[in-house]
C-alpha cells in the first residue's frame, strides 16, 4: 500500500468534543518549518546523554525512548509526541502556549531550588564549609550541653551530618562548586525539552515524578526531616545564646537550614498531581491530545492507531515525525485499514506495557 493512503479517506467516526479538551488544529512540521521542533528535539537528545554521563543505564537511541508507565512505554516513542506538540507551538495556540509557558518557569524554579540546596549542602570550603562541616562546628560550640541542649540532641546533630557527608560523597562525582553554576545553566538549557515532556501526558509525567520521588527527592527529603528535627533544638540553644560570634555562626547556619527547607517543599509540591499542567486539556480527567491513547484530532482513531497504521504501511518501518505529524492532527485519518484492526494494533501495541521497554537506573 502507498504511503499516500495514510492521509486519504473519510472520516469514519466523529467522537464528541470533550468539554474539557480543546479543540486543535491540523499540523505540518515542514510547511512552514517549525523551529520549535528542531529545538526541542536537539534538546532532547543532549538530555538523555547527559543522563547518560550522570551514570543513568538503560537508557535506549533517542528515537526508541518511551517514558510513559513508569519508563515501561506507551507504545509510540516519545519523539513522534514532542513533535505533534512542537508543531503546535510552531502554529500557534494560546492556551497551549500559556500552559507550556508557564512550564519552563517552573522547572527553571526547580533548577534554581535543586542549585540552592546543593550549594549549601557542598558549601565551597575551605571559605564556606560544607553543610555537614558546619553542623559539627556547632556540635563543638554547644559542648558541653547546656539546657535545653541534651547530649542526645548532639548525637542527633552529628548523625546529622554523617546523613549529609554520604549524600554529597554521592554526587561529589558530578556537583562541586566550581561545576555547579554550569551545571545549573546547561540544565536551564534544557527547559523546552523538559516542560514539553513533563506536560506531554500524565503516564510521562508520573515515570519521571516516580524517578525522581524514588531516588533524588527521597534521599533529600530524609535528609530534609532529619534537619528539621534538630532544628528546633538549635533554635532553642540560641535563644539563649549571649551575644556574639558563636551566636552568629549557628544563627546564619539555621537561616540556611530553612532556606533548604523552604527550596524542597517547593521542589515536593510540584510532584503534586495537576501543579503542572497536561497539554490541551483543562482537567485532568480530560482525554489528553498527545497521549497514545488520545486523539488529536477527535476522529475515532487515536495517536497510537495512527502510528501503528504508518507503521504497517510503511513495511514495518517507523514513520518519520513529518508523516506522524500530519496524519495524527488531521480528521482525514488513514484509513487503509478497517477500523477492527486498528483496534487490534493498539491491543498488541499495549502489550508491550506489561512487557517493558527499558529501566532508568543508577550505575
Not at 127 to 154: K, W
Request: hydrophobic share 45%; charged share 15%; glycine share 8%.
Amino acid at each position: 500500500m502507498k504511503k499516500g493512503l495514510a492521509l486519504l479517506g473519510i472520516m469514519l467516526f466523529a467522537m464528541p468534543c470533550m468539554a474539557a479538551t480543546l479543540t486543535l488544529p491540523p499540523l505540518n512540521l515542514e510547511d512552514p518549518f517549525c523551529p520549535m521542533w528542531q529545538t526541542i528535539d536537539q534538546e532532547a537528545q543532549q538530555l538523555l546523554g547527559m543522563l547518560s554521563d550522570f551514570g543513568v543505564s538503560g537508557i535506549p537511541e533517542y528515537p526508541l525512548v518511551d517514558l510513559e508507565n513508569a519508563m515501561q512505554g506507551d507504545g509510540i516513542p516519545d519523539m513522534y509526541q514532542l513533535a505533534l506538540l512542537s508543531a503546535l507551538l510552531c502554529k500557534g495556540n494560546a492556551d497551549v502556549q500559556g500552559q507550556f509557558d508557564g512550564n519552563k518557569l517552573k522547572f527553571t524554579g526547580l533548577v534554581d531550588d535543586v542549585a540552592l540546596v546543593l550549594g549549601k549542602l557542598v558549601g565551597n570550603p575551605p571559605a564556606t564549609p560544607t553543610a555537614a562541616d558546619r553542623l559539627r562546628h556547632v556540635v563543638t560550640l554547644l559542648t558541653p550541653p547546656v539546657a535545653p541542649i541534651t547530649q542526645a540532641i548532639l548525637d542527633d546533630i552529628t548523625d546529622a551530618a554523617t546523613t549529609l557527608d554520604d549524600f554529597t560523597s554521592s554526587i561529589d562525582a558530578y556537583v562541586t562548586p566550581a561545576t555547579l553554576p554550569t551545571l545549573v545553566n546547561t540544565l536551564k538549557g534544557f527547559k523546552e525539552a523538559v516542560a514539553a515532556l513533563l506536560g506531554m501526558d500524565s503516564e510521562i509525567q508520573a515515570s519521571i515524578f516516580d524517578l525522581l520521588t524514588s531516588d533524588i527527592l527521597g534521599r533529600v527529603t530524609t535528609i530534609q526531616q532529619q534537619v528539621m528535627d534538630i532544628v528546633a533544638a538549635i533554635q532553642s540553644a540560641v535563644d539563649a545564646m549571649p551575644a556574639g560570634p558563636d551566636k552568629v555562626y549557628v544563627t546564619a547556619l539555621i537561616t540556611d537550614i530553612n532556606l533548604i527547607v523552604g527550596a524542597l517543599d517547593r521542589t515536593v509540591l510540584l510532584t503534586v498531581p495537576g501543579a503542572i499542567p497536561i497539554y490541551g486539556v483543562v482537567a485532568k480527567t480530560a482525554q489528553e491530545p498527545f497521549a497514545a491513547f488520545g486523539d488529536y484530532d477527535k476522529n475515532g482513531k487515536n495517536n497510537l492507531m495512527i502510528y501503528y497504521l504508518l507503521k504497517e504501511e510503511n513495511n514495518n518501518l517507523p514513520p518519520t515525525v513529518e508523516e506522524f505529524v500530519v496524519a495524527a492532527s488531521n480528521p482525514i485519518a488513514p484509513s487503509s485499514m478497517p477500523v477492527a484492526g486498528l483496534f487490534g494494533l493498539a491491543a498488541l501495541a499495549g502489550a508491550c506495557l506489561t512487557g517493558g521497554a527499558f529501566t532508568l537506573r543508577r550505575k
